[in-house]
């Protein structure tokens, strides 16, 4: 268990619907960042908050958005869902000043 | 952030070492090597992170040669449980870097 929480742990929509995935960091991690892992793209990082502020971007889709809110929990928001969307999305956090992450479990997202 | 090259799949047996190695011409002067396993349907999760010479923890060794160019984790002593993928990535150490994951190297150990 990496301390790490994320929910739901799997999710079905339908194209064109909105979801929000949500992350909770371990205590005291201020980073937090978002991963997409699909079968024919691997892991990608999506995007990185620290402290409530956008750190870096990464391979993230205008139809998506993250933010960290005060008490450092994130929030992932996918809309106008495409089949292409289907994939496990990951958030990790890490400590200030280490570069170690550390992974939740994973959202299981299903578009049909 | 420098470019990772590792080999795609290797195949073991439990009680074996083994020896997985990543190149990395292009690594930075403030760059180290971090290397993660993942499980099926898991998050990756940390293994082992070294800047030059020899790094031993509990479940790895990485060894750095000289010119960085190259890294090697090896893993003594193989179980079935060890059958995951494991990834290579170099970058800064700033605290605020972003992981570039490569396609990984999807190690098989069997009975």
């Known amino acids: 268990d990496s301390g790490v929480t994320q929910t739901p742990k799997h999710l079905i929509t339908a194209t064109g619907q909105r979801v929000t995935l949500r992350c909770s960091p371990r205590?005291?991690?201020?980073?937090v960042y978002w991963y997409q892992q699909s079968l024919d793209q691997g892991l990608q990082f999506l995007i990185q908050?620290?402290?409530?502020?956008?750190?870096a971007k990464g391979n993230i889709l205008e139809r998506f958005s993250a933010q960290q809110f005060p008490d450092l929990h994130s929030e992932l928001n996918l809309s106008s869902l495409e089949l292409g969307d289907s994939a496990l999305y990951f958030c990790?956090?890490?400590?200030?000043?280490?570069?170690?992450?550390?992974f939740g479990p994973g959202t299981r997202l299903t578009v049909l | 952030l420098a470019k990772t090259t590792q080999p795609i799949s290797m195949d073991s047996y439990e009680g074996q070492e083994v020896n997985i190695t990543c190149s990395h011409n292009n690594i930075a002067t403030n760059d180290y090597i971090t290397w993660y396993q993942q499980f099926p349907s898991q998050g990756p999760r940390f293994i082992i992170q070294?800047?030059?010479t020899k790094v031993t923890n509990e479940v790895a060794s990485l060894f750095i040669p000289a010119d960085r160019k190259s890294s090697t984790l090896s893993l003594p002593r193989v179980s079935l449980s060890d059958t995951a993928v494991y990834y290579c990535l170099v970058g800064p150490n700033s605290g605020y870097s972003t992981l570039t994951f490569g396609k990984g190297t999807m190690l098989l150990v069997s009975p």
């Open positions: 205590s005291g991690d201020l980073s």
């Open positions: 908050y620290y402290n409530g502020e956008e750190r």
């Open positions: 990790a956090s890490s400590p200030r000043g280490l570069d170690e992450q550390f």
């Open positions: 070294g800047y030059k």
